[in-house]
């Protein structure tokens, strides 16, 4: 059956307006460098959300500018779905204040739970909705706020994470623009390599576990590096089986911006250049499942991607989670 063509027709993204440096660790009484982080991460900063922003507010500004570069308004939204591991309530989805906030009356709207793989696997959900043919256009969100899930006393954690929204507005194309092909998988015996062990219905938050900080982000980091790295080599590989191309037809890989070693290791497995590579984990830090639609957004705002471009994306997460998506712009 031939692939109906589901393409990005618009992009966004927006930050907290706090930057948090990696010299401001040391204000908050956390051991750590500058240098130890950037010489391990590649991260010199991020952007923290401060006292009345939300994921549901900038999820909302980074959607408008997606909508307004699609040319899309409110009331054609079909479907809103948004990838997060940092909702603003455990229930309902932030999806529905999104689309509350919007004014989309006509969409449906969820989240997808597949932490920093969470853009990449609502992008694949929102293709499948559209091969329905009772979905034309889809909003898909990538948004964190780790900044409020992370425990500010852990330096293994707390340097490596930020905040922020990437949006994307999809549309049927009648051209051949659009997901040329995707891959998704889980290993979830791998689960508590990196978790928010408490706090949810199997043991519900008590004194005790915010005492111990139970209900934080905790990870296990050079386990999940090493899987990290394997995995996205594998998503690598599937991507651009699956589209029937070799990597120098790639004009763009846009890969989870966790670490630059990893984006490193990932391109060289993929046999791809750094000047092919979009990088912008310095600035960010690693913003979860916003990563990619920022990187994105950026990467179409500043002109590397133009018409016809073939664009990579690899992802990787808890859960563990990863994929890949090749897209022809
Ligand atoms: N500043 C200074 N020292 C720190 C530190 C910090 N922020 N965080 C940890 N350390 C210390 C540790 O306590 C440990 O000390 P010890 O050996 O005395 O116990 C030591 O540094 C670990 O150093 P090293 O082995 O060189 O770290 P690493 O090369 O494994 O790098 C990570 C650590 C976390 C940067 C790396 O494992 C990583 O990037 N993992 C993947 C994380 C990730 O991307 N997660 C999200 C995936 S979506």
Wanted: with cysteine; net charge negative.
């Amino acid at each position: 059956m031939k692939r109906p063509y589901a393409m990005i027709a618009g992009t966004g993204h927006a930050v907290p307006k706090r930057v948090f440096m990696n010299s401001d660790f040391a204000s908050i009484g956390i051991d750590t460098t500058d240098e130890w982080i950037f010489d391990r991460t590649g991260i010199r900063q991020r952007y923290i959300a401060g006292a009345g922003e939300t994921l549901t507010s900038i999820s909302v500004e980074a959607a408008h500018q997606a909508m307004e570069a699609a040319g899309v308004t409110a009331a054609e939204l079909d479907a809103i779905v948004l990838g997060t591991a940092s909702p603003d309530r455990l229930l309902p989805a932030t999806a529905v204040e999104v689309q509350a906030a919007l004014g989309a009356t006509r969409a449906v709207a969820f989240d997808v739970d597949a932490a920093c793989s969470g853009w990449l696997f609502g992008t694949q959900v929102a293709e499948g909705l559209m091969a329905t043919g009772n979905y034309e256009t889809i909003l898909v969100i990538g948004a964190e706020l780790l900044s409020r899930i992370i425990n500010w006393k852990d330096r293994n954690t707390c340097v490596l994470f930020g905040d922020g929204a990437g949006a994307t507005v999809m549309r049927k194309s009648t051209r051949q623009r659009g997901i040329l092909s995707a891959y998704m998988r889980s290993d979830g015996t791998l689960a508590d390599l990196l978790q928010r062990e408490k706090g949810g219905s199997r043991e519900p938050i008590t004194a005790e576990i915010i005492e111990e900080g139970g209900h934080y982000l905790s990870m296990a980091g050079r386990e999940v590096f090493k899987n990290a790295v394997r995995s996205m080599a594998d998503a690598a590989d599937r991507a651009l089986d699956g589209a029937k191309l070799s990597a120098s037809d790639v004009d763009l890989l846009i890969p989870h911006q966790a670490n630059i070693r990893i984006i490193e290791a990932t391109a060289k497995h993929a046999n791809i250049p750094m000047e092919k590579v979009f990088v912008n984990v310095g600035t960010y830090g690693n913003t979860s499942a916003a990563s990619i639609p920022i990187a994105l957004n950026e990467a179409v705002r500043s002109g590397r991607i133009k018409d016809g471009s073939i664009v990579m994306f690899v992802a990787f997460g808890a859960g563990f989670t990863w994929g890949s998506m090749v897209v022809r712009f």
